[in-house]
């Protein structure tokens, strides 16, 4: 089975990656643990001295710790008795994430959601609806657990 991972570094992520580690997948499943590193749009800054290099420097930071995050989910997933590689994508985290779904010919994608409302999903969008939306293939969304009094 072919397991597409799509993460970043929040608490949302995290119960995903907390789901794919627990699960008795099949023999010889291999999971791809994706990062989508969101590029910022250069046109405002380019005209001052030196923007160029410093968005250039984030883009770089960015790219070093989605890298280094991953490397660790994918360490973490080893350590399961799984087998987990590491991938890095730079553009829009939903297209992205289809986009190696289908170029991996992945036959689960699992991804953590914020959980938003309608009028929150409207304004911000929502990467996890725009991907069960698209994808070739079943997608899993992990909700973060939340304690609610009353």
Known sequence: MKILLAIDDSEYSKAAIKEVAKRPWPARSTVRVLSVVEAF??????????GRESLNQIDAELKRRANSFTKKIV????????????VIRTGSPAS???DEAEKWRADLIVLGSHGYGAIKRLLLGSVALSVVSNAPCSVEVIRKKTNKSG
């Open 41 to 50: 749009p250069q046109m405002a800054i380019e005209p001052w001295y030196g």
């Open 75 to 86: 360490e973490r997933l080893k350590k399961n008795d799984l087998r987990a590689l590491p």
């Open 96 to 98: 992205e994430i289809v």
